[in-house]
């Protein structure tokens, strides 16, 4: 009799209310209850907007001179909202403002692209190293393998001095070297995906060996290819930040967070600290912001967690 009732209970309850939550709501759930990395894509966002709405509020152009501070900027170029110049000026008599908003959405800009570009050939290259197997994934391991085992940094380097000093190069360097780690995660992943019950059903079902990658394996792949990339997006902001600070990355009169903070060094002495802190504490807050988050996806994603 109680059995008969409980079962006509949940016969009328809502769907709603029975529906069990799908794996990414509860991982949503996880990730808004995470306060450092809710408090880290909050800042992302902020990072986002003010490098693209922030010249809005700019009374200067990036590459505008105002001859009038140059050699004089470490007692009239100080930060100041009546001229108009809120993070002072450098040492070329140019807008610091200016100049941050602009490096701030180019460090952007080349950290999301390159992290785009080595997850996107990375997962594949796994993804299909890992399905096929055999001597086919050996090979193509063996290469990843000798790739990681040259100097990323020289590449890098040796990239730019002889194909030229741009930005697209920069992208194409930093993005197509950065995908070795992700071919190793994701092939990884696949050895393990590719014996689950639907894969073999697919493979029975007479699907092609590519097709069954691309809707089976790699859409699996989502969970940790979305960790990897908030994670990689940092990484590729510090290869860059370096490499500008060399002096090889983003050229005049296009600027980058690396490259204020080279010229803000360069002027410590000078009395000017304020063109090292500004660019080196929205560089530093938009790694920690990244950080942050991709921790969070990383133990909301996490099953073990689960």
Do not use: C
Not at 77 to 87: A, D, I, K, L, Q
Not at 106 to 126: D, E, K, P, R
Not at 165 to 194: C, E, H, V, Y
Not at 286 to 300: E, Q, S
């Amino acid at each position: 009799m109680f059995g008969t009732r409980h079962a006509e209970t949940l016969t009328d309850a809502p769907l709603e209310a029975v529906k069990g939550r799908s794996l990414w709501q509860d991982a949503r759930g996880r990730f808004l209850r995470n306060k450092a990395a809710v408090t880290g894509l909050i800042v992302l966002i902020a990072m986002t907007l003010f490098a693209l709405f922030g010249g809005l509020l700019a009374k200067y152009e990036p590459d505008f001179v105002d001859f009038s501070l140059m050699g004089a900027n470490a007692f009239r170029g100080v930060p100041s909202f009546e001229t108009g110049h809120y993070f002072g000026v450098d040492q070329d008599g140019r807008d610091l403002y200016a100049r941050v908003v602009q490096g701030t959405g180019i460090s952007l800009l080349v950290g999301v692209v390159g992290a785009f570009v080595a997850v996107f050939v990375g997962t594949l290259y796994g993804a299909v190293s890992g399905y096929i197997g055999g001597r086919t994934d050996q090979i193509m391991m063996r290469i990843v393998d000798i790739l990681l085992s040259i100097p990323f940094m020289f590449v890098l380097i040796l990239m730019l001095v002889i194909f030229g000093r741009s930005l697209l190069m920069l992208f194409i360097g930093i993005g197509l070297i950065s995908w070795l780690n992700m071919a190793r995660i994701a092939r990884g992943q696949t050895l393990t995906i590719k014996n689950k019950e639907f894969v073999e059903a697919a493979i029975a079902s007479g699907v092609p060996t590519f097709t069954i990658i691309l809707r089976h394996i790699v859409p699996n792949l989502a969970g940790i290819v979305v960790v990897y990339a908030t994670l990689l997006v940092p990484e590729i902001i510090l290869f860059e930040s370096f490499v500008s600070y060399l002096g090889l990355g983003v050229q005049e009169p296009n600027t980058s967070l690396g490259a204020l903070i080279n010229l803000g060094a360069r002027q410590m002495n000078n009395g000017t600290l304020w063109m090292l802190l500004f660019p080196l504490a929205f560089f530093l807050t938009t790694l920690f912001a990244f950080f942050f988050v991709g921790d969070g996806l990383r133990d909301a994603l996490d099953p073990k967690d689960r």
